[in-house]
């Protein structure tokens, strides 16, 4: 039989502390608070003029005519029999895109109601 070997006890090493006392840090003055009217998520609300209009629904539109695209494309894809790596490429840029048409909705939708208020 082998001899069992009986380990030390190894104190916990002590904990280092500083020698000089730590300085206390100056409080900041607080910034000055602007007043803006705020939309209920959150966001300031910036007055819209009719050229900013017009371009978010030029790009909802061109957005929704990729969006179209890219599901025919995928459509195409899939029925051609095409590799899986070829179906998840056009998946994921249809998803990208639908996320951006989506948010192109709201802001059209923002500035129709801003402009009915």
Same mark, same amino acid.
């Given at each position: 039989?082998?001899?069992?070997? =009986?380990?030390?006890? =190894?104190? #916990?090493?002590?904990?280092?502390?500083?020698?000089?006392?730590?300085?206390?840090?100056?409080?900041?003055?607080?910034?000055?608070?602007?007043?803006?009217?705020?939309?209920?998520?959150?966001?300031?609300?910036? #007055?819209?003029?009719?050229?900013?209009?017009?371009?978010?629904? %030029?790009?909802?539109?061109?957005?929704?005519?990729?969006? %179209?695209?890219?599901?025919?494309?995928?459509?195409?894809?899939?029925?051609?029999?095409?590799? #899986?790596?070829?179906?998840?490429?056009?998946?994921?840029?249809?998803?990208?895109?639908?996320?951006?048409?989506?948010?192109?909705?709201?802001?059209?939708?923002?500035?129709?109601?801003?402009?009915?208020?």
């Amino acid at each position: 039989m082998a001899k069992r070997t =009986v380990r030390k006890a =190894v104190k #916990p090493a002590k904990r280092k502390t500083s020698k000089t006392p730590a300085k206390r840090k100056t409080a900041r003055k607080a910034p000055a608070k602007r007043k803006r009217t705020v939309k209920a998520h959150g966001m300031p609300m910036i #007055p819209m003029s009719d050229e900013n209009r017009k371009a978010l629904w %030029n790009t909802y539109r061109t957005l929704q005519s990729r969006v %179209n695209f890219a599901l025919d494309k995928l459509k195409a894809h899939f029925q051609m029999h095409a590799t #899986p790596h070829t179906l998840l490429e056009d998946r994921r840029e249809l998803l990208l895109l639908l996320g951006e048409c989506n948010y192109m909705a709201r802001a059209c939708e923002e500035a129709r109601a801003e402009l009915e208020r």
